[in-house]
């Protein structure tokens, strides 16, 4: 004997759920991420190290499990179980936060990254993002110039010269590429007209993907991606080779192990972001079933397996240019964020706008009519661009430094006696 | 102050600087406790606009320092206003040791000096003696270390590459270099049954003959390591970001290179086409055809490629005397020298003294004194020796080319970034063992 409330109660797999199930929905979903997000991490570092001994002709760790791959559970021990060291003149507080604060926002951008398309279930259908936030990417923006703190922390708190400089490094040049990372995104917003990330992969799903019909925005973004996660060729802040381990020289055990943690956090957040804002989120390219019609298990499950495909070749990506390219020297990297990237992500925003200005007073519409003619505008502006690139201009060779005056009268300074200067020990 | 052990050391380096006749103030500290504490601190001078500089240690202990040279360098922000090297963390006194060794019994310790060139090192130490004893060696040996120094050459190239790469932060060119750097070993096992310390060269002929299908090796590596060069090519030569790390870098213009008495690639970068092989030929090297590679600008990048293009020629001459090896005896038919077959001395009462004599007391070269200098990888290498008639040297001296070509490093980075000094570091292509001695 069924009541008939409680037959009007249960709610339609196509209807959104009540807020009891929201709120147990959105516990399960923040579990199930954090898991799958931990072990992605896990082995995002084992597939480091596979990979770079794959392009380096070595093997790669092979020893613990089939082909190694319980090597990441033994490095976990081996992190846990070594001696937690606080060098003398630490300032304790900050020291022990900052690996907590490198990791934090990393994790916490994959609230508002929808990685599916909706669930059906009994109790209503689930939306596939942690947090289907109206202000979408500005709050990935936001949390994620937070991690700059940990990294900024952990030099200054290491009492360490190496340490500092690499936290100097990190604070200007996550601070730069912030800031063209920003303006690439703002073409996104432009034509999705929104900023919840759900509705960018839906207008991607109607016009195509962003990669196409904003390829310099994609390309500003990858780049700046890079900056933003301090990996090669940016990886200025942990320069093994010139500040030994950069901020996290002093660290070790589990806190040192945060930080590539991290890192590779990071790494996994921004490749989700590169595959949602520009190459179509959880769409399977070439169909069009995905986005339409009603919610299916199947359909949830297919649009993950495309998400997670999406994050994973570009993990491969970002591991590929690791093993392949030298390091930037500082000046470089700051010239390449504000003088390059930067006017050139404001004036690709000021032509996108007028761009979509235009088709929109053409009646044109957000089709893939309009989708083709942005690409077309796409494709010359980016073969221009590679053009130029090519010749290998932008990357300032060493000659722009001090002459030699300026360094003698840095000496003089620093001796208080600038009738010496030119009288140097060294030379 | 502090109680207990006291003990005041002058450290010779501070910000403060020069005294006012121009010589390093030396600084008093004071150890004794735990922690050091400067007594009579310089009288503060007024800051400056632009802030404090940093004094930062790079070194002794530090990956990028290629063994343990210490570099106090004086930034600003991060620019390099006074750089100073420090040496002597790795003395082990080997030219005081060599005064009390019988000459074959030096030949080790030179393995220890250059280790990347220890193969190289033996050939140039058995030269010297070879020209202390006045005598002649065969036609078969002549080949088989130039075929030895050659293969050094590439050795220690690759390893200079490798680490540059790694300096500079591309890892993969380092491990493809070290692949090939693993088959010249390879080689060098299979003929002298080390790997590292060769110790390959005796007084007057070599340790061991090549063993049988040996050149076979050595023609398969001749044959694959071009396309290893091709690919680490691919990689950076024409890689912007390695060109605009490299280019314009610690540059030495030809009269500066000559000046600082810089040898090998690092000259000849600076555009001085001054090689040991050329100028001086040992071994026949005037008979074989090679060319030296010269750059125009005396910075990083010209000596990669200098460097890239050296083990090319070093192909080719390996080519060549694989070619023309001759078949023959390896070391010189002289008794007193060369130490008799095990079997003869086991069976012949003459090779048995021999035998006796030779490693009790050594072969004794006439009383003088002779300098001779081989290209090896890293500039202008020399032996000095004297004889006093005894069978050990009364003086034994290394000019070691890294010793010198580091005496320009202040030089060549002031004024750059702390970045820059790792790279023009790697480019000077230093090896503590050889600079301490």
């Not at chain 1, 929104?194 to 994609?218: D, I, K, P, R, T």
């Amino acid at each position: 004997m069924i009541e008939p409330t409680l037959i009007l109660q249960l709610p339609h797999p196509q209807l959104p759920p009540s807020t009891g199930v929201f709120l147990i929905a959105t516990v399960i979903k923040m579990i199930v991420i954090f898991t799958i997000y931990m072990v992605g991490v896990a082995y995002s570092t084992f597939a480091e190290r596979r990979v770079s001994a794959w392009i380096q002709d070595r093997h790669g760790p092979n020893r613990v499990g089939p082909q190694g791959i319980l090597q990441v559970a033994a490095d976990g021990i081996k992190n846990i179980m070594k001696e937690e060291t606080y060098p003398s003149y630490v300032s304790k507080a900050l020291f022990v936060l900052a690996p907590g604060i490198a990791f934090v926002p990393a994790m916490m951008t994959w609230a508002v990254i929808p990685f599916g398309a909706p669930l059906p279930t009994l109790w209503g259908r689930i939306d596939l993002v942690v947090a289907d936030l109206p202000v979408g990417f500005l709050f990935t923006l936001a949390i994620s110039s937070l991690g700059v703190y940990g990294i900024v922390l952990a030099g200054w708190a290491s009492n360490n010269k190496y340490a500092l400089l690499g936290g100097l490094r990190s604070s200007a040049q996550m601070v730069s590429y912030e800031i063209a990372m920003g303006m690439s995104t703002v073409c996104v917003l432009l034509l999705a007209g929104n900023v919840s990330l759900n509705e960018v992969v839906q207008q991607q799903a109607q016009m195509g993907w962003n990669a196409f019909l904003l390829s310099v925005a994609a390309f500003i973004f990858l780049i700046a991606a890079f900056a933003e996660t301090n990996r090669v060729p940016f990886d200025l802040p942990e320069a093994e080779s010139e500040l030994i381990a950069g901020y996290h020289t002093e660290y070790s055990a589990m806190k040192f192990s945060m930080f590539p943690i991290s890192e590779y956090a990071n790494m996994i957040t921004a490749s989700a972001m590169m595959a949602t804002l520009f190459f179509g989120g959880w769409d399977i390219p070439f169909t069009k079933w995905d986005n339409t019609g009603d919610a299916t298990v199947l359909k949830a499950l297919l649009t993950f397996g495309a998400f997670a495909t999406k994050v994973i070749l570009f993990v491969l990506f970002y591991i590929w240019i690791r093993w392949t390219l030298p390091r930037f020297r500082y000046d470089q990297l700051m010239s390449l964020g504000w003088k390059v990237l930067l006017p050139m992500a404001l004036v690709y925003v000021i032509v996108i706008a007028a761009t979509v200005l235009a088709l929109d007073m053409a009646g044109i519409a957000r089709g893939p009519m309009f989708g083709a003619i942005l690409f077309a505008l796409n494709a010359v502006l980016m073969g221009g661009i590679l053009f130029v690139l090519d010749k290998g201009r932008l990357i300032s060779p060493a000659y722009s430094r001090l002459d030699r005056s300026r360094v003698e009268r840095l000496r003089a300074m620093a001796t208080g006696r600038s009738h010496l200067a030119g009288r140097g020990t060294g030379a | 102050m502090t109680t207990g052990t006291t003990r005041t050391v002058e450290v010779e380096l501070s910000t403060t600087g020069l005294s006012p006749d121009g010589k390093p103030q030396r600084v008093p500290l004071v150890v004794g406790g735990d922690m050091a504490t400067a007594v009579a601190a310089p009288p503060a001078l007024e800051p400056d606009l632009e802030g404090e500089h940093m004094l930062i240690n790079i070194g002794p202990q530090h990956p990028a320092t290629h063994g343990v040279l210490r570099l106090v360098l004086e930034l600003d922000g991060e620019t390099v206003v006074r750089c100073i090297p420090h040496v002597g963390y790795l003395h082990c006194g080997f030219e005081k040791i060599g005064e009390y060794r019988q000459y074959n019994q030096i030949i080790p310790w030179t393995d220890r000096e250059d280790y990347l060139n220890s193969i190289g090192n033996n050939v140039a130490f058995a030269l010297g003696a070879e020209r202390l004893f006045a005598i002649d060696i065969t036609e078969r040996c002549t080949v088989l270390r130039v075929i030895a120094m050659e293969l050094s050459r590439i050795a220690s190239h690759l390893v200079w590459m490798g680490t540059t790469c790694i300096d500079i932060g591309a890892f993969t060119p380092f491990l493809w270099g070290f692949q090939e750097r693993e088959n010249i070993y390879n080689l060098l096992e299979g003929w002298v049954g080390a790997r590292l310390t060769t110790s390959a060269t005796r007084v007057g002929g070599m340790a061991a003959d090549i063993p049988d299908k040996w050149l076979e090796g050595l023609q398969g590596f001749i044959r694959t390591f071009p396309k290893t060069i091709d690919e680490c090519e691919r990689m950076l030569t024409r890689n912007a970001i390695w060109v605009g790390r490299t280019v314009g870098l610690g540059v030495m213009s030809p009269d500066e290179a000559i000046n600082y008495g810089l040898s090998g690639p690092l000259l000849r970068a600076s555009g001085v086409a001054y090689d040991v092989r050329k100028d001086f030929p040992y071994l026949d090297y005037e008979t074989y055809d090679f060319d030296v590679p010269v750059g125009t600008n005396g910075d990083v990048y010209d000596r990669f490629l200098v460097r890239v293009e050296e083990m090319r020629q070093s192909v080719r001459i390996l080519e060549q005397a694989v070619k023309r090896l001759p078949d023959g005896p390896v070391n010189v038919d002289d008794p007193r020298l060369v130490l008799p077959p095990k079997h003869k001395a086991t069976s012949e009462m003459e090779s048995m003294i021999h035998h006796f004599k030779n490693v009790m007391e050594g072969p004794r070269p006439p009383i003088g004194e002779c300098y001779v200098a081989v290209e090896s990888p890293k500039g202008e290498k020399g032996y000095y020796m004297v004889s006093d008639g005894s069978s050990k040297p009364a003086r034994w001296r290394i000019r070691p080319p890294s010793f010198v070509n580091l005496s320009a490093i202040p030089k060549m980075v002031e004024g750059h970034l702390l970045s820059d000094v790792i790279a023009i570091n790697a480019s000077i292509d230093i090896v503590m063992g050889e600079i301490d001695r």
